[in-house]
């Protein structure tokens, strides 16, 4: 593209730019070649969007309202009065398409749509008039004056305006003075220079992005501090214009200089003594290469202008001479430039000199800046600045009126969404006024030049954007499309009378003079670029420069710096020639201003010589810097008048200006849209981050209606949060007031006891059972009258056994013998097989439609799957809580379980109906209602059913008792069971103890089980397997419609002798109860097959064989069943005639009645006082009239107890174990429902049976209601365990031929112990899974043994008849030998300390002489498997301790207990008890009161107990398996009995801390504690005292009842209590006392011995005694029978006790000897007596 060239006249430009004017009314149709022109521009696009503004100039030179329809705006001359004329209603008069002029703008009246295409911008008429209207404007200023309309809507956001706020300015200084500091201790350090940190690797990071920070804020501050042109325009300007520069983007010009400096200062250490590459930071900011060193060159050169600005000002105080926000850099005011910048300058340019292309452009930017300064310089040293005339009057005016709109500008920009836009617009408009119409830019003119142009005439040319309303000057450079002829223009100088003399405008065709009036000769003028007629597009704002005080306005911000003009620099002023006698002077000033700056020029020009010879041609294309003398000049001469010269000669400024002035405008450019660029992407990330705003309070909004939402669900959570707090809380005193109300109770026990601290107001006998009573006895102290006796209630225990009986009963404090229950007429029951009959057939419509399903809880598939996803333990304070069912005898009540990570609860809604409805005194029977339990209690947990349904779970409790909830489905059982602790359904059915077996159905549970292999193998009895099938099936103690069911056994009640041997006693087995009467099974039979009914299936039985009704009538004389039944039927006992009243009219009823079909219930085998009424009820009289109080037995049972022992046995038989499998099938298995059921007889009503209905499907309340009492009512089925037939039980001659046999003899051997002391204790832990069975003894001299026990022993054999030992032959019934003596014919005695002792594994080895003789003791217990060659096959073996003859001292230490026994304790079978292992043996009778524990290996005390005030003279423990827990009692002299724990895992006693504390205190004796016995599986202590009777204790230390006879029965000496709940004593006045735990004496008979030891058989059916004559005796337990005697000893037998497999009894004689026998109860069973 052509360059203008100074010279042409004012004529010629005139012409040439009314011609492009023309172009300018145009229609933007044509956006495809708009697009096209585009193409070529190099910008960014986001700059190039916000330049892509068309506007138009109306030249015109009337000021009409409208022109050809569009919009005119008058702007006047002092940019004061805009006037706006809106003819939207009447433009379209000329025919013109508007649609393409309206509707393009946002609807915001302050933002302009961006982006659009050019066609759509809306155009504009922009009319320039002279002075000589502005008055008709101002005068008609108010009544022209519009506003935008401000459009349909507000937008959604705003484009916010890129100002310099202080807080970023504060922010911009901390983060600089960071930096700052960084490098200041860089330049601190000692050793290192900054250039060793600077380029230091592990810097690099923060010397690139400090680069990137000073890259980023360069361009910006450069405009901030009024932008590189406007600067140097000042600089160069002759009159110094330095005070109109104004303050952009909301920052002070001091503090953007400052900005500015420091950025610089960074500049210096970070850019220019770095060695790094910037190219990977330039192309991550997207630009060019070499983009970091131009910005460098960019911050240089203002940093040096704003440096000469200083100097030019001399030293005043302003904006160029900040001098109180930092140091000054001018060092040498004279000086062009300071020697700082020049090196600045000079490292620039040479940084990176290899890389050819940025180094040369920037030397050519340099060598123009550097040229136009000195040029500048040498002008200003020719004439200096205070020899210019002043400005007119009127300029100066004119110049206030300028600086004052300028003013207004910028204050009225705030909050202008564009100014992020318009801003570099703006500062430009405003830099244009500080620019002097007579700066020096390198352009020489003459004398005659100034004279030619004095008449050339002067318009006011401006230019406004009014696309958004605002009053913002557009500026635009001064670039020309291609094709379209370029005016070239020169300086045009007017007088300052011309520029108020023109009158009119210019003309089409004519020159335009856009310079304004300046009293300075030196104006610069700028191209209007226009478009033809034909409608080209132009590329750029228009730009029009007006000087209203001397100031010129400019703009370069075009697209392509090679169309830029830089004429406006031009120095149109001719200088001076000096005079000879100021040449010496001027050359003085020129070397000392220029001589720090030629020689960079010179460098410069020397090192880029062939590049700058074919850049700096002259006029007609020479080289001027080589072919000239000018390479020379800047080589050779060191003039500096020499240089600058040739730099004023007219070829080198237009060469400079043409060429060099290129590169700094595209310099300055690049700078400009890096500033805009950066303004823009900050107003579109403000916009980004304003739309997100507006969205975030649209969220905002939205959220907090969720958030109320929110609030309100939880304000709804919280309050039942604290309506269930405050129902815990409630709970949770209720639970203490139960518990308190317990303690009192038990206060009141213990005080009111005949046994207790106020027995001397009591009876024996008798004990006040209330507060009351308590309250009732200083009255009647006072009165002297002995208290009245209270009538003692009991009531059953929920207490169960391992068979899960329930035998105990304790005190009932609710207790009475309701009177109040009168009987009721016996036409208020009706029959219940008619009321099913009379059914309302809706209810059984709707039951039909309400079929049920049976569906388990876990497939039989996921059995086998892995119990890893149950087993996941939950967490957190409160696991879960659902609403449950609470299912208790006689009561179904509503409530809420909680499960923590430890402890279940629950508690009661006492606000619902149920809870309401129920009877108090039931409620009260009931010990759940506030409950808490702890995990550690739980032992088994079992799916069950409630109203056929499986949505409930029974947990069973180490309390040996259960606790049965119900819940509203399957799921939330599943998550109950899941949030318990992993127990399955305990140990005893061998199924593992996972949470898939608790959910395990009851068929799935008899699958898995080792029950039925158990019971055919005759291993457990046919009590435990059918309560074990019952258990399985679902029947429960909890629920009275479950109740446990057993067969009616014997059919014979009316001999008075039952014989069991006969057949004729027992009942079919395999046949259901309603068939056992032939004529009635006709009747069912005969009804089942004519039942016809449309709802109801057909059914044999219209009654249960277990119902509710039926097991309170059962149990109706013990509490708390008294009360259910009572609560039952109102209140009122029923007719004596249907109260069980007795056994044989019962049977009877079984057998005739046909609603009668009920079987029997497990009390009926074990608990005798159910027949009993001691509670003196009143149930009636019969219609025969006999009153109804204790049950009648029938005539061969003289007691309850004999009847239940009968009964019992009756079950045991072997005419019953061979038909019990067909009871089940009926009952449990395949003949339960479907055609076996049919062919058998054994159908019942249809609602009895499991997935006959499910009430959860029925919605009516009512309805559901009706359904669920006639379950209840009508009794459930249980479960189905089997599909096919039950395998019967083995006989028992199979599993064991010779079990009748006759025994072998009974004395096996005899063992002699050297001490020759009595052994008072023995301990036979004699199991085989013990990793050594062995026989503890204890001697009276504190001596023990462990002996090892073989288990492989069967019975002497061939081999082993001869003795070993030496004994001799005696006769058969001869006294056993304890001595040596004569023994037993074929049996062995051993002598320890003999040759004959031996420690074999089957008895005394012929090896051992040899061993004893070499005299080496055993180091360790020896193996029974190392020796396998023994000759003689015993039982028993001594200890190979005391076995050993030599060295006996020592081995005596390992075996003894000490010497610190009390003398006053004498001992006993009772002071000694082994661990169940034999590893450890407590002793008592120690004299400082404690009992000690000792290793049975080493002899050494392991622990002391202490926690008795007295000696304590007995001991005991409990049974227990093999390494489990156990209880260990204590008896001492200070009459009370301590319960401790011992620990296997500890193998110690323990309590609440380190220190062994006791479980419980039992007290109620007056005397020493002689003898005591304990069962953990009753849960009874029984003890004994000198002078008392017997008390029987619960293990939670509550006192039961004593035990007590005639009156010689006092100071029991041996006391054992047996699992079947028998008490056997033995007294001193050689009484045998047999008792119940319940407190009845059984037997009482005079022996003719005195007994020390005694023992009772597993099954609690014989008793073995042994006494001083040394008489070992067998005895049946019931009626104290002397079955059998074994042969006498020679002395008294001390201690006795029974191998596992109860086939070896073993004694421990006065005399220090151990006796083997032989024992087999079976042959004294009463099958054996009568059938074999």
Known sequence: MAETEPGLNVADGMETLSKELENVYVTANDSKQSEAEFEDVNMDEDTQEYNNEIHVINVDDKPGKFVNGKKVIEVTKDFMDITTSDGESEANTTGDNLDETIDHTDTAPTREMQGLPEHKKKKIEIETTDERYGSEVKKGKEAKRQTFSPGPARPPF????????????????????????????????????????????????????????????????????????????????????????????????????????????????????????????????????????????????????????????????????????????????????????????????????????????????????????????????????????????????????????????????????????????????????????????????????????????????????????????????????PGVVQSEHHANYHGPEQSHGHHGGPVHGQHINVGLANNDPKVVQHPIPVVDSRGDRIHQDISVLGDAAGQSQYNLGGKRPDELDINKFAHNRPIPVPTPNREAQLTQKLEQALGSVCPLLREIMTDFSPFLSKTLVGSHGQDLLIEGKAINTFKSSTSVVELVMLLCSQEWQNSLQKHAGLAFIELINEGRLLSHAMKDHIVRVANEAEFILNRMRADDVLKHAEFETSCLSSLTDRQEEE????????????????????????????????????????????????????????????????????????????????????????????????????????????????????????????????????????????LLLEDRELDLDLQGPVNMSTPAILVSPGLSLPGTVSITSSELYFEVNEDSPEFEKADSLVLRYCDHLHGKWFFSEIRAIFSRRYLLNNTAVELFLASRTSIMFSFPDQNTVKKVIKALPRVGVGIKYGIPQTRRASMMSPRQLYRASNMTQKWQRREISNFEYLMFLNTIAGRTYNDLNQYPVFPWIITNYDCRELDLSSPNNFRDLSKPIGALNQSRRDYFESRYESWEHDQIPAFHYGTHYSTSAFTLNWLIRIEPFTSLFLAMQGGKFDHPNRLFSSIKSSWNNCQRDTSDVKELIPEFFYLSEMFVNTNNYKLGQLDDGLTVNDVELPPWASSPEEFVRINRQALECEFVSCQLHQWVDLIFGYKQRGPEAVRATNVFYYLTYEGSVDPESIQDPVMKEAVENQIRNFGQTPSQLLLEPHPPRSSAMHLSPMMFNSSPEDVCMVMKFLSNSPIVHITANTFPQLPLPSVLTVSAAHQFAVNRWNPAYTGPTSSSQAPVAASTPATKRGPVSGSGTPAASGKATTSAGGASTSTGKPSMSGSQPSMSSQGQAPTQSPSYAENHTSAVNLPLSMDPVLAVVTNTTGQMARRHLGEDFSQKIRMSPNCFVATVDSRFIIAAGFWDNSFRIFSAETAKITQIVFGHYGVVTCLARSECNISSDCYIVSGSEDCTVLLWHWNARTQSIVGEGETPTPRAILTGHENTISCVSISAELGLVVSGSVYGPLLVHTTFGDLLRSLSGPADLHSATCLWLSREGVVMACYPSHHLALYTVNGKLLRCEMHSDSINSILVSRDGEYVVTAGEKGIIEVWRTFHLTLLYAFPGCESSVRSLALSHDQKFLMAGLATGSVVVFNIDFNRWHHEFQQRY
């Open 723 to 862: 309506k269930m707090c405050d129902h815990l809380i409630s709970a949770a005193r209720r639970r203490d007031a139960v518990l308190a109300g317990r303690l009192v109770d038990k206060l009141c026990s213990i005080l009111h006891n005949p046994h207790g601290a106020w027995s001397s107001l009591s009876t024996p006998g008798s004990s006040p059972t209330s507060l009351q009573s308590i309250r009732s006895v200083p009255r009647m102290v006072e009165e002297k009258k002995p208290p009245r006796s209270p009538v003692q209630y009991w009531k059953l225990d929920v207490w169960e056994d391992d068979a899960r009986r329930r035998k105990r009963f304790v005190r009932n404090t609710l207790g009475s013998s309701h009177s109040e229950a009168t009987l009721k007429a016996p036409m208020d029951q009706g029959n219940n097989e008619d009321a099913i009959q009379s059914a309302e057939d809706t209810i059984h419509s709707v039951l039909s439609q309400a079929k049920g399903q049976n569906q388990d809880l876990i497939e039989d598939a996921d």
């Open 158 to 481: 705003r484009i916010p305006e890129f100002r310099w706020s202080y807080i970023h300015q504060r922010l911009l200084a901390d983060i600089l003075f960071s930096l700052e500091t960084d490098i200041q201790v860089w330049r601190a350090h000692s050793t290192k220079s900054v250039l060793d940190f600077v380029n230091s690797t592990e810097n690099n990071i923060f010397v690139v992005n400090t680069v990137h920070l000073i890259s980023q804020l360069t361009d910006n501050l450069i405009i901030a501090c009024g932008g590189l042109l406007p600067l140097l325009a000042s600089a160069t300007s002759p009159n110094n214009d330095v005070d109109v520069l104004e303050p952009t983007q909301g920052m002070p010009l001091e503090v953007s200089l400052s900005f500015l400096q420091r950025l610089l200062n960074m500049a210096d250490v970070l850019v220019f003594a770095s060695s790094l590459n910037f190219a990977e930071l330039e192309a991550e900011k997207n630009m060019s290469s070499g983009g970091i060193l131009r910005q460098s060159l960019r911050l240089v050169s203002t940093c040096a202008v704003r440096n000469c600005l200083e100097c030019k000002g001399g030293g005043k105080s302003g904006p160029f001479n900040p001098r109180s926000l930092m140091e000054s850099p001018v060092k040498d005011p004279e000086k062009l430039l300071q020697d700082m910048d020049v090196n600045r300058l000079r490292a620039v340019i040479y940084r990176d000199v290899e890389e050819t292309k940025q180094a040369q452009f920037l030397s050519l930017a340099v060598v123009y800046f550097i040229s136009v300064l000195m040029v500048s310089k040498y002008r200003d040293i020719l004439e200096p600045p205070g020899k210019l005339k002043k400005s007119s009057n009127s300029a100066s005016s004119t110049a206030h009126s300028s600086q004052s709109h300028l003013s207004d500008r910028q204050s009225g920009q705030v909050g202008h969404p564009d100014a992020g836009l318009k801003q570099e617009d703006e500062t430009d408009a405003r830099n244009t006024s500080m620019e002097s119409g007579g700066s020096a830019v390198m352009q020489e003119t003459n004398e005659e030049e100034i004279a030619s142009t004095m008449n050339s005439e002067n318009y006011e040319a401006a230019t406004i954007d009014i696309s958004d309303g605002n009053h913002v000057s557009k500026s635009s450079d001064g670039e020309t499309l």
